[in-house]
């Protein structure tokens, strides 16, 4: 779906909405809604309509234009979710200084649900989705549930390859979180040459992987019925 609000300006507004910084992690959000572990839970149900902001110098803009559509007054709680990237104090500024000038409510902090004039704000950081925060990205999230409790070899295979290409040619890694997701999916037959959101779709994550217990938590407590 695009990030840009005229080209779904007539979209029904649902009750709960989540906002998400791209998307890859749009798709990430929705097979986790649709994945069995949630299926049977009202609260993770049609309900809810996941959009892509686009990048996180778009947020405020989102926001405006999201509360001038029609439909608008339908939306009783909003989950804003990005990452944490190199610092993630910054990020929790960002999204505060988007709700200001949105003129919606402004949690103190992660994971934390704010009601004001009939509306509920709740923002959380990949890749922790939780109230403990620590700076990375939605891929540090999906490489952390791919590899917890298993395969910690093949973890240790690629960071160690990572690590001789470093020291041997002399590369830099400015975006490390991708190339260790991406070179775990060149690995695999299932994944290879897909994207992180593309992969959700064929089952590369756990979805009852307890790492996603506080972003299930945050939207039970914010959404519902």
């Known amino acids: ?71 608008y007054e339908n939306v009783k709680s909003i989950l804003i979710i990005r990452d944490a990237e190199k610092d993630a104090d910054s990020a929790i500024k960002s999204i505060k200084s988007s709700l200001y000038n949105s003129s ?62 470093i020291d041997k040619y002399e590369v830099k890694y400015p975006r490390i979180h991708k190339n260790r997701i991406h070179l775990y999916f060149s690995s695999t037959n299932e994944y290879v040459g897909m994207k992180i959101g593309e992969a959700a779709k064929v089952g590369a994550y756990d979805w009852a992987s307890p790492l996603l217990n506080s972003l299930k938590h945050a939207i039970e407590s914010g959404f519902e019925q």
């Open 1 to 71: 779906m695009s990030n840009s609000l005229n080209r779904f300006d007539r979209l029904y507004m649902t009750p709960f909405l989540i906002l998400c910084e791209g998307k890859d992690a749009q798709l990430f959000i929705i097979e986790y809604l649709n994945s069995t572990p949630l299926m049977d839970d009202p609260r993770f149900s049609n309900d809810i309509l996941v959009l892509d902001f686009g990048g996180i110098n778009q947020l405020t803009n989102f926001l405006i234009g999201l509360r001038n559509m029609d439909g």
């Open 104 to 165: 919606l409510p402004i949690p103190d902090t992660c994971n934390i649900w704010q009601k004001e004039n009939d509306i509920s704000i709740c923002y959380t950081l990949f890749p922790t989705c939780s109230s403990e925060m620590r700076n990375g990205t939605l891929e540090d999230l999906c490489i952390a549930i791919i590899f917890d409790n298993y395969l910690k070899e093949k973890e240790q295979d690629i960071d160690g390859f990572i690590s001789s290409f």
